[in-house]
């Protein structure tokens, strides 16, 4: 596991930019990126997150974390009970799911016959 302060420093030098230009890029003091750096003030959160956008990586990434994968199996409508699907700001019902789920095989077993083409 990388040091978080030895990753931010890698992640700005493979970058190519100074720590002033890092800085000054997402509006921190310089101080805070060399103690950042040298492992001497802990990140605060919203820090991170701009850390985090700023090299174009996820927070989990920074922290060394696995980023977190669900897996949700349409053709298993129990494996829904703890999420609300939406679509246009709207739940969808057991049977809508369903009705996609289908659709969705129904273009897969068709392949690129199913493609538009304009």
């Given at each position: 596991m990388e040091d ?9 030098e493979?970058?190519?930019v100074?720590?002033?230009k890092?800085?000054?890029d997402i509006?921190?003091?310089?101080s ?7 492992g ?8 991170l997150?701009r850390?985090?956008?700023y ?11 696995e980023?977190r994968r669900?897996?949700?199996d ?6 829904f009970?703890?999420y609300?699907?939406?679509?246009d700001?709207?739940?969808l019902n057991?049977?809508?799911i369903a ?8 273009k ?9 083409t304009?």
């Amino acid at each position: 596991m990388e040091d978080l302060s030895k990753k931010i420093k890698r992640l700005r030098e493979e970058k190519g930019v100074s720590p002033e230009k890092l800085a000054d890029d997402i509006g921190f003091a310089k101080s805070t990126v060399w103690a950042y750096e040298s492992g001497k003030k802990q990140i605060s959160v919203s820090h991170l997150a701009r850390l985090a956008d700023y090299f174009e990586v996820s927070v989990d990434n920074l922290l060394d974390r696995e980023e977190r994968r669900i897996d949700l199996d349409l053709q298993n409508l129990t494996s829904f009970a703890d999420y609300n699907l939406l679509l246009d700001d709207k739940p969808l019902n057991h049977d809508e799911i369903a009705e996609a789920a289908s659709y969705i095989k129904v273009k897969r077993r068709m392949g690129s016959f199913g493609m538009a083409t304009s």
